[in-house]
């Protein structure tokens, strides 16, 4: 089975300008999660999709940050303006269904470096 | 305030003897604990998972042990080998509805495996 799908593994860009990610997650899973883990940190969580509805984006900054799920597949996730706390790896996860005792599957992540 | 916490942020373990990984955390909400394993430049891989209705799960070379009353969990890797050397994540998870299930991840511990 193939893995959860991200690019680009890695993205350098200005602060103030817009940068945009995309994961493509296991075929058939209907929840994809975004989490941002900073350098020395967890994973944290950013925002959660069912299909293609917005289950929880509380901890989201929706001043600059946004994500969709159009289709229910694939998402993308956008930064814009970037500041430099946003320097961070952004991963994306999927499982089969949310709000059940299953593990989440993890891609290998975008590295963003803010200069 | 953290909520998943893994004090120690290395561990050193001769290869052949048994690795105990902790990690407590303070939400009382959380039902569903994971274990995760992440090596550079790839995205954490699931290892092993509890419900808080067992106090015990294994998975060949991998326990974890459940303590609610103490809000701890351990990982226990037994015999440990060198390619078990990586960061190993605790995280948590605690279904407040509506099918929202983000993980809540500790720091990370460092382990490494001395030949």
């Known amino acids: 089975e193939a893995g959860v799908a991200q690019s680009p593994r890695y993205k350098i860009i200005e602060k103030r300008q817009s940068v945009a990610f995309w994961c493509n997650p296991i075929?058939?899973?209907?929840?994809l999660y975004w989490y941002q883990q900073i350098l020395g940190q967890g994973p944290k969580l950013l925002i959660q999709?069912?299909?293609?509805?917005?289950?929880?984006d509380s901890q989201l900054p929706k001043d600059r940050f946004s994500a969709e799920r159009l289709k229910g597949v694939d998402s993308t996730l956008k930064i814009q303006p970037a500041k430099l706390e946003d320097s961070a790896v952004y991963l994306c996860?999927?499982?089969?269904?949310?709000?059940?005792?299953?593990?989440?599957?993890f891609g290998d992540g975008t590295r963003l470096s803010i200069l | 305030d953290q909520q998943v916490k893994q004090n120690s942020p290395s561990l050193s373990v001769q290869e052949g003897r048994i690795s105990i990984l902790n990690c407590d955390y303070t939400n009382s909400m959380f039902d569903y604990f994971l274990w995760y394993k992440k090596y550079p430049a790839e995205g954490p891989t699931f290892l092993i998972s509890?419900?808080?209705?067992?106090d015990k799960n294994e998975d060949g070379r991998f326990t974890v042990f459940l303590n609610k009353s103490a809000k701890h969990l351990s990982l226990h890797i037994v015999p440990s080998q060198p390619g078990d050397s990586a960061v190993y994540f605790c995280a948590a998870s605690g279904f407040p509805g509506g099918g929202a299930d983000g993980l809540t991840f500790g720091k990370g511990t460092h382990l490494i495996i001395q030949p």
């Open positions: 075929s058939g899973h209907a929840t």
């Open positions: 999709f069912q299909n293609n509805g917005v289950v929880d």
């Open positions: 509890i419900s808080s209705i067992k």
């Open positions: 996860a999927s499982s089969p269904s949310g709000g059940v005792n299953q593990p989440q599957h």
